[in-house]
């Protein structure tokens, strides 16, 4: 259920949608005591607010309880004390956990890298107009920022306060080595935008494969001002296309569109995602899946604590 047993709506929280948290359900669900089991192997304690409502077989505090509000809520940590805030933030920069389109956590498979080994460095720059890092490998820009591909060390890595630190993030390290060892030409772009529908494995985008835009939109479906910010923060740019579009760069010459219908009296508002059809001679289905949610999920996170 999205309603805490606090009262707290999960469907309007943003961990929700970033998928690092999930809801409490009433004090009678069988979220509830999952949670209270998750709270007390982690922290040695459970949240008190949730616990005397299970203990007590209330759904609700607000509704149920003739002691509300109790010293739970007035000297408690949640659910908007200190502690609640200070979990907030904390878990705001925690990335979710990368799944492929299965829900299967991402592993990346060591001959990748092998592979990679094996190709010429500088004509990977050309092809993909990334720059050659004077220790080895080489330098592209991610949306906003760059990101060292570190062949020697085997791993991915960020400036962090001026010096290259390992990044752990399988589904964008997956994907960039999908890239580097598929990627053999100067693809040009820009004369073919196509729809998923359109592309050669049109099929792989159905039922659980499909795009993960649905948190996008429940996010910017009425607030299109707030997706202009995040899409100009990730440096896109504008594109005449819908009500409110943007390119987005995941690689110098592999762009996505992102489109955003407003709604009105007779339709609801809509996200969709275009392609290059140039992206089919470097990524497959299942590529292509984890490179939109790489890019749907920084847009979602957004300017105020994004860390791609």
């Not at 598929?182 to 494995?201: C, M, Q, T, W």
């Not at 049109?202 to 997706?227: C, S």
Request: glycine share 8%; net charge negative; proline share 6%.
């Amino acid at each position: 259920m999205p309603t805490g047993a606090c009262g707290i709506n999960c469907d309007v929280c943003k961990l929700k949608l970033l998928e690092v948290c999930s809801g409490c359900g009433s004090g009678k669900s069988l979220e509830a005591r999952m949670k209270i089991e998750a709270q007390e192997k982690i922290f040695g304690a459970s949240c008190a607010v949730l616990s005397c409502a299970c203990m007590n077989n209330f759904e609700y505090c607000m509704r149920d309880c003739d002691s509300f509000p109790c010293d739970n809520f007035l000297m408690g940590l949640y659910p908007f004390g200190q502690g609640f805030l200070e979990m907030q933030k904390r878990r705001r920069e925690q990335r979710p956990p990368a799944l492929d389109h299965n829900k299967v956590r991402i592993t990346v498979p060591p001959e990748f890298w092998d592979k990679l080994q094996q190709r010429d460095v500088n004509k990977l720059c050309n092809f993909t107009l990334a720059d050659p890092h004077p220790s080895g490998g080489l330098v592209f820009r991610f949306l906003h920022e760059n990101v060292r591909v570190d062949i020697g060390s085997r791993c991915l890595k960020r400036l962090n306060r001026g010096q290259w630190e390992k990044t752990d993030d399988p589904l964008l390290e997956l994907i960039t080595l999908v890239y580097l060892n598929h990627v053999n030409s100067l693809y040009p772009f820009g004369k073919d935008i196509v729809g998923a529908k359109d592309l050669r494995e049109a099929h792989f985008f159905q039922g659980p494969h499909e795009l993960k835009t649905a948190p996008l939109l429940e996010r910017y479906g009425n607030d299109p001002d707030g997706f202009r910010k995040a899409a100009e923060y990730l440096k896109g740019r504008p594109a005449d296309m819908a009500d409110v579009a943007y390119m987005l760069l995941p690689f110098p010459r592999v762009p996505l569109y992102y489109l955003l219908w407003e709604g009105d009296e007779e339709f609801e508002p809509r996200i969709s995602v275009l392609f290059d059809r140039s992206i089919e001679a470097c990524f497959a289905g299942d590529a292509i899946w984890g490179l939109v949610s790489l890019v749907s999920l920084a847009l979602l996170i957004g300017p105020e604590t994004t860390k791609i």
